[in-house]
């Protein structure tokens, strides 16, 4: 079945500290990836995605993604994270164009000072 | 940017009522909604397609007589919980997939802002 793993469920971290958010998915010949951010009983928010070319994706607030077809990867990586960037954080994937997307279990990030 | 409207925010009902929500595409026409539930704490699981114009489509487990969606036109679709019950409280959120001239504008969904339901 086509999944999507999250490999934590929560990170703390310390202001201006490196992240990495981890997720994996279940391969396919095509597929589709986002990354997803949703504050305190808000919606979500398109972070980035992965749709074709290149495999290093810029988003937005200094976040990146690196699509790994081999190792069936899509982590999220910020180089300084700030206080503000406490959220949860969902990794999707979607396997046709136009189709739902499947999401992970979602990562809690904490940001501390 | 695709701005998707839901509404209402929050919404509390009692036991065996019906509660509606919509979601509205307010600058593009949204050929394809899908409709997620969320428990606290937990990802987001779809419970059903709806094409505008066509009977929506429900995941397995999901209730299509509870849950009653419509999609008349091209930027509404309705989600109705009916004679709700405390355990269909929860976060229900709408996403709406345009019509797109290249794969990358059919690929991405804008979500809604999500209803908080809660029946007592």
């Known amino acids: 079945a086509q999944s999507v793993t999250q490999l934590d469920s929560q990170v703390p971290v310390f202001e201006e500290a490196p992240v990495e958010l981890r997720c994996n998915y279940s391969s396919s010949v095509s597929v589709y990836l986002f990354w997803y951010v949703q504050y305190p009983n808000q919606g979500l928010q398109l972070l980035l995605k992965y749709l074709s070319g290149s495999t290093l994706v810029k988003g937005i607030n200094g976040f990146e993604a690196e699509f790994n077809k081999s190792q069936t990867s899509f982590h999220l990586r910020k180089p300084s994270v700030h206080i503000s960037d406490t959220a949860e954080y969902f990794c999707a994937v979607s396997y046709q164009a136009g189709t739902a997307l499947i999401f992970g279990k979602g990562t809690t990030l904490s940001v501390s000072s | 940017g695709a701005v998707v409207s839901q509404h209402p925010s929050r919404v509390i009902c009692k036991s065996g009522t019906s509660v509606k929500i919509e979601c509205r595409s307010l600058d593009f026409q949204a050929t394809t909604m899908f409709w997620y539930r969320q428990f606290p704490k937990q990802s987001l699981m779809l419970m059903a397609t709806?094409?505008?114009?066509?009977?929506?489509?429900?995941e397995q487990g999901v209730e299509k007589d509870k849950f009653l969606i419509n999609h008349a036109s091209l930027t509404l679709s309705t989600l109705t919980v009916t004679s709700a019950h405390p355990e269909d409280s929860s976060f229900y959120i709408c996403?709406?997939?345009?019509?797109?001239?290249?794969?990358?504008?059919?690929?991405?969904?804008?979500f809604g802002a999500g209803s908080r339901l809660t029946v007592l």
């Open positions: 709806s094409n505008e114009g066509s009977k929506a489509t429900y």
């Open positions: 996403s709406a997939r345009g019509l797109g001239n290249n794969s990358s504008g059919a690929n991405v969904l804008t």
